[in-house]
C-alpha cells in the first residue's frame, strides 16, 4: 500500500511545478474569463467603428453634379434614317404576324338574346336654354396666398 508520506511527496513535486508555470491552467478561472471576454469586446466594438467610420467617409464624399450636361449632342441623320427604316420593318414583320394569327383563330362572334318589353318609350323632353337669361357667374380668385418669386 502507498504510504502517506509518498503521496505528500508527489502531490507537493506537482503542485509546485503548477505553482511556477506561466499560466494558470484550471478550468473555471472567473478572472481570467471575465477579462477575456472584456478584451473580445473591445475588439469587436474597435473593428465595427472602423468600418463604419470608412463606410462614412466613403458615401460622404459624393459630389451630386453631372458632368454630362455639359456635353453637346450631335444629330446625325443617317443614324435617324436607320432606325426609322429598323422601326418600319419591325412594324410590317409585327403586321405580318398580327394577320397570320387573326386567320388561324377566326374571332368568333356570339349573340345575346335582347329579351323583349312591352313597355311603351317615354317621349323624351326638350329643354330650351335662352341664352340671354344665363346668370353671371362670379370669378373666384384661385390665387390667392400664393407667392411667386
Request: charged content about 30%; hydrophobic content about 40%.
Amino acid at each position: 500500500m502507498i504510504e502517506n508520506e509518498f503521496v505528500k511527496k508527489i502531490t507537493n513535486k506537482i503542485l509546485k511545478n503548477r505553482k511556477l508555470a506561466f499560466f494558470d491552467r484550471d478550468i473555471m478561472h472567473p478572472e481570467r474569463e471575465w477579462f477575456l471576454g472584456i478584451f473580445v469586446a473591445i475588439v469587436i466594438l474597435g473593428a465595427g467603428t472602423f468600418w463604419s467610420t470608412k463606410t462614412y467617409v466613403q458615401f460622404s464624399n459624393i459630389l451630386l453634379t453631372n458632368e454630362d450636361e455639359e456635353e453637346n449632342v450631335v444629330y446625325r441623320a443617317s443614324m435617324v434614317e436607320a432606325a426609322l427604316v429598323d422601326f418600319a420593318a419591325r412594324k410590317k414583320v409585327y403586321q405580318e404576324l398580327k394577320a397570320q394569327l387573326v386567320n388561324k383563330y377566326p374571332k368568333q362572334e356570339t349573340s345575346v338574346p335582347v329579351p323583349e318589353t312591352n313597355v311603351p318609350s317615354a317621349p323624351e323632353e326638350v329643354i330650351e336654354v335662352n341664352p340671354e337669361v344665363v346668370p353671371e357667374v362670379e370669378a373666384i380668385d384661385t390665387t390667392e396666398g400664393i407667392r411667386f418669386e
